[in-house]
């Protein structure tokens, strides 16, 4: 769990400081803990979703009902070596940044094969500097995000990530520090509501399918506030998830709609009931 | 060599074309090549720089000569994958366009070292979109700098990335596309003046060495300009160029001073004599 003292000091791209971010849509910094309050007497938490991955579509499913979510360890990976000049320096001379960078993007991959039961490592940003077509890279930060739904396993996956990141740097004769920018255990969603969404799933849809989320969702953190928590995840077209190609099918839609439906309609009862 | 409507179209980081940006300079894209008339009746051209290199140093030498300069072959080399969602996308579903700039960065060193003959290959820059944590990298925009004294060994260097990039985009189902930044043959300069270059610094330095430059220096131009070229390097402090820690001890740099003036009376009296 981030402190407030690191919040208040983190800034977004153009310098703004997340207190000033925040306050700008009239959120504060120093009183948003009192939000908490809201959650007093919430008796569950439904959220519907698109998958934003390929099992539904793979089995032909329009719904299914989410066990959890995945635990995730996100961090910047910084290599330093020294900027030097692409023209004379000597290959055996250089220490390039980016060498370190390449292999541990390479290696994130075998971890996550290794590990397995939907284990997924990914560094989705690269950023070089100085970053010119004339220079060897002197600083080359990566941020790599790692996922697994079992906390033990998840743990491992990082220390694998760190202990080869130790190796390229030693091997590249370059430096690498590690900053996590954000973690959060694996969260599993409530039984009883598991059992109420695969009732309404198989209600307006024929048939379900219980399947552990790797993306994250607002539902995992209330979950986290002891509120008792489930989702329905609705099939993704191609798997695609962040980009402009990410769709659902229209038919899909509406049976989602219903069995969500279905499900406010079971869980007011058995609440109320 | 670039054609005028590919430098008419080029724009900067913020959108600036070129011809705007020199006109702001007070260069006329259009009228700049009338800068021609300059050269007419250049007898010479000597140019004292640093060295940018380790070679000096390792021999323990303040000054050199310099033979010629590197050919140059600079491309953008871009992979093209598919973003998708970190957490869902499982590991074999995924075309992820930075694991092909990661296997281009380690294979350019294996072919700067087969070929020798100080064969240097630098990736100093890469890029990624959406370049976000929660997302597989789609596109990876590297810059890639290859350099050699010889022609045809220079054109086989950038086959190899060629082909080994192609490779990779196979295995990685993704597509690879290069352009062309800009190339440079490699420059030889005037035999005369090199030996007029070793006479003077063995005269201040007691003695020479005769070495290539692997950066480029206006020097180059002007030779292929055809107006007769040399230069001479002075040491570089542990080889470093582009960086804060780039540096030249006094004695040397009065050195070089002596040498260039010693060069620049034995090139006048070789002209008018």
């Known amino acids: 769990m981030v402190d407030q003292d690191e919040l208040r000091s983190r800034k977004d791209a153009d310098g703004i400081a997340l207190p000033d971010a925040l306050s ?27 998958e934003q991955g390929p099992v539904l579509e793979s089995m032909d499913l329009p719904l299914g009902v989410v066990l959890g979510t995945f635990g995730v360890e996100r961090h910047q990976v910084t290599f330093r070596g020294q900027a030097a000049h692409a023209g004379s320096t000597p290959m055996d001379k250089r220490r390039d940044a980016l060498a370190g960078v390449a292999r541990l993007e390479l290696e994130i991959r075998e971890i996550a094969k290794r590990t397995g039961q939907g284990a997924v490592c990914t560094i ?30 998840l743990a491992s996956m990082l220390q694998e990530a760190k202990d080869a990141s130790q ?86 839609l ?6 969500l439906d279905k499900l406010v309609s079971k869980t007011i009862e058995r609440v109320t009931g």
């Open 124 to 153: 989705g940003s690269v950023v070089t500097k100085p970053g010119i077509v004339t220079s060897v890279v002197e600083t080359a930060e990566c941020l790599l995000d790692q996922r697994h739904l079992d906390r033990a396993t």
């Open 167 to 252: 190796r390229f740097a030693q091997a590249e004769d370059v430096e690498v520090e590690w900053e996590r920018i954000w973690n959060i255990e694996p969260i599993l969603f409530d039984d009883g509501l598991i059992e109420l969404a695969d009732e309404s799933i198989k209600e307006v849809a024929g048939s379900s399918h219980r399947l552990p989320s790797g993306p994250l969702h607002d539902a995992a953190e209330v979950a986290r506030a002891g509120v008792p928590t489930v989702m329905l995840f609705v099939q993704s077209l191609r798997g695609l998830s962040h980009t402009k190609l990410e769709d659902t099918k229209p038919d899909h």
């Open 24 to 50: 700008a849509h009239g959120v504060q910094l120093d009183s948003a803990l009192e939000a908490r309050s809201e959650l007093e007497g919430a008796a569950a938490y439904l959220e519907l979703h698109i």
């Open 254 to 259: 509406e049976l989602s709609v219903q069995a």
